[in-house]
């Protein structure tokens, strides 16, 4: 038996505000991105991040809520 410990989470990427953008930041990513699905840019820049910092993507809830682990 494995001895691996983990850390989970769960993201909400229903919103700019849950992915930690402002109000004035989400606006001017809105105007960057003006040409593509703005939201479906952000939330993919956010889960880049977080798969930099060692999280795995585990399972999906619909479209907002995401459920991570990663190894401690």
Not at 3 to 13: F, L, Q
Not at 38 to 60: R, T
């Amino acid at each position: 038996m494995s001895n691996t410990k983990w850390e989970y989470k769960i993201v909400d990427h229903s919103n700019s505000s849950s992915m930690g953008y402002s109000n004035p930041e989400t606006e001017a990513f809105k105007e960057e991105h003006k040409d593509k699905d703005w939201k479906l840019e952000m939330m993919n820049i956010e889960l880049n991040k977080l798969g930099q910092e060692g999280w795995e993507m585990v399972a999906h809830n619909g479209p907002n809520s995401i459920y991570l682990k990663r190894e401690l």
